[in-house]
């Protein structure tokens, strides 16, 4: 079964800590995506890559950075905390685009942060 | 900006159908989604149409695209509980087939018994 594993399901952390949150998949996909989601303001992207090294910013990149020295993995980092990004933080892949690739995006299980 | 709209709240009975619509921006789009999110989970992909298609059946899911008003709706057939979740219409960035999606705020759907 093909699948985006997120390491942390709940995390709780402080004001001003550095935060890592890990998102690794198994298909093999080009482009791996990091949202946020929040009551009301639904799905809202932060960074996106579309190959090894490479990263673009999304809608809001503020507060955060990302990684992705791993086809596979692809890592949200939030430099110091604050209680603004408290949230459900959800990474996704998806294949290089062109042929027959319905540009499907397949979503980990969500990985909620709590900053006090 | 872009923006794809539907509403945020349905509630139906057991056993009656639902009907979640969506207004999306792009005509270009080559397909647009349907996604489930159900309580405390990632978002799956229930089912999705290409551009070319008015209408896509899939057991109790219908899918109606109307590409003149730009307007995408999911049928429900026969609602059972475990629908309930929330229901997320998305199309590409750009009309291509990278993934990068633009979601809308997602509908919730909640099936009394």
Redesign the interface.
């Known amino acids: 079964d093909v699948k985006v594993t997120q390491s942390s399901r709940y995390l709780v952390k402080r004001t001003g800590e550095k935060v890592f949150l890990e998102c690794v998949q198994d298909m093999d996909h080009e482009n791996m995506f990091w949202y946020r989601q929040d009551p009301g303001l639904g799905l809202r992207l932060i960074y996106f890559s579309y190959d090894v090294k490479m990263k673009e910013k999304g809608d809001i990149p503020e507060g955060y950075s990302v990684s992705r020295e791993k086809k596979e993995r692809f890592s949200l980092i939030l430099e110091s905390a604050s209680t603004n990004q408290t949230s459900m933080y959800l990474c996704a892949s998806s294949r290089a685009g062109g042929g027959t690739n319905t540009g499907e995006l397949f979503f980990g299980e969500g990985s909620r942060l709590t900053v006090l | 900006g872009e923006d794809v709209e539907q509403s945020?709240f349905l509630s139906v009975r057991e056993g009656d159908s639902s009907v979640i619509n969506c207004t999306y921006t792009d005509s270009s789009s080559?397909?647009l989604?349907w996604?489930k999110q159900e309580p405390?989970?990632?978002?799956?992909?229930l089912t999705?149409i290409f551009s070319n298609m008015d209408m896509k059946q899939d057991q109790r899911l219908t899918v109606l695209l109307n590409k003149k008003d730009k307007h995408l709706s999911l049928r429900i057939a026969d609602t059972q509980t475990g629908d309930s979740a929330i229901y997320?219409c998305?199309e590409?960035v750009w009309g291509?087939?990278?993934?990068?999606?633009i979601?809308?705020?997602?509908t919730k759907l909640s099936v009394k018994p």
Do not use: R, V
């Open positions: 945020l080559t397909y989604y996604y405390g989970a990632g978002l799956q992909l999705y997320f998305a590409p291509g087939s990278q993934g990068n999606l979601f809308g705020k997602g």
